[in-house]
Each structure stands twice: as structure tokens, then as C-alpha cells.
């Protein structure tokens, strides 16, 4: 097997500027980091970060963290953080399962989830980041009128988020099968690297906005 050099990502993860390394000693006070304090709002599992990086390029007056469990993928943001340095934005490299303990009570804005892992056996439901155990999670971070935006190419992920909304206590605020083919919700879409990716095999795009 040829793995590729990813030697030293933990280790070049540990000397950025743009990583936050112990996010639990910030939970309720993200706003000392970013020195403002504008709304916060994060992605979780971006990947190599185009899309948080096209936001926080868009929206200078919005606060961004970035959330990725794998170093050899965040390294790619770093990379690109590094090439271009935008001073609303930071990485986390976290599994989600422990985002209470990195943001307090209603401190985010907005949550991102973007080709989210399908996790398909079902004993594994409970890691699925639009699941309901998340979802309750996601209710003690996010602002009493935050919403969470999740775009996927995986019908049965999809199926699956859509029906755990209601025991969790959620509602849909907008849905479609087809985000490409809505000019309402495509008006402003930012692509993800896997939204690219997908979109151009001719897969359909499935998104929801959901609130409480
Ligand atoms: N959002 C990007 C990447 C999608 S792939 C895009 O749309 O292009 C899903 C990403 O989520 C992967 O990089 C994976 O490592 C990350 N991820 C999955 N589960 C996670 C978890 N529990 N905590 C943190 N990151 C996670």
C-alpha cells in the first residue's frame, strides 16, 4: 500500500497560529479570541475548509472555527490559511461528540453541516452528526434562534436527519431534494469541495435548514 506523506501533520498542526489547541479553556469566551464580538459560527467536519474559508472571506463581520477530526485533512486548510490568513477564522481539530465541552450555552450562531459521514450499519446511528443524540448536543451550544444548515449528496443520511428532527425537537424552516435546481435556496449557495465533487457527477443535492 503507498500511504502518502502525512508525517508530522499532528506536529505541524500543534505549531499553527490558526488552530486552537486547547478549545475547552475558551468555552464561553470565544469572543477574547477573535477580539470582537461578532456571531460565531462553525462548520463541523470540514474537511480540507474551502467553504468556511469562502464564508470568512465573504463575511468579514462573522466569526468562523472550522472543526475536523483528522490532522492529515486539516492540514490542507492550514495550508491554505497560511497562503491567505483571514483574521475571523480558526481551526479546531476535535471530535464532535465533545463540542459542549468547547462551546458554552447559546455561543454559536449557526452550525454548518456539509457531506457529513453516512455512517450507513445501524448501530452506528448515534455517530451520525445530524442525529438526534447530536442534535441535542447542537441545542445547548447554538443561540435559541440559531438555525443548522446541512447539505448532503447520501438520500439515505438524508431520509434519516429528516426523521430525526421531530423527536429531537426540531422543525424545517426550508428543504429540497434538488438545492441546484432551487434558485431560492441555491441564491447565495457557497459549493463545498464535496459538493463539487458530487454535483458534477450529476447527483442531486439534498438540503435542510432547521430550527427550534
Ligand atoms: N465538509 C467538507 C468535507 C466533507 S467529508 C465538504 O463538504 O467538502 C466529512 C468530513 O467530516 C471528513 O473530513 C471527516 O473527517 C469529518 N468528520 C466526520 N465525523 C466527524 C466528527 N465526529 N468530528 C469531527 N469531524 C468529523
Redesign the pocket.
Known sequence: MRLRNITGSREMIAASDYVIHEPQQYRGNWTEIFGNDHPIRI??????G??IMDLARMNPDINYVG????SS?LLRGIQKMEAEPLPNLYFIR????EITQVFGREEVDRIYL????PWPKDRHAK?R?PSREFLRRYDEILRKDGVIEFKTDNHDLFRFALDELEPAGWHLDQVTEDLHHNEEMMRGNVM????EKFSSLGNPIYKYIISR
Open positions: 462548520e463541523i467536519g470540514m474537511g480540507k474551502r467553504f472543526i475536523e477530526k483528522y485533512v476535535m471530535e464532535a461528540e456539509n457531506f457529513s459521514d455517530r452528526l463545498t469541495e464535496y459538493e
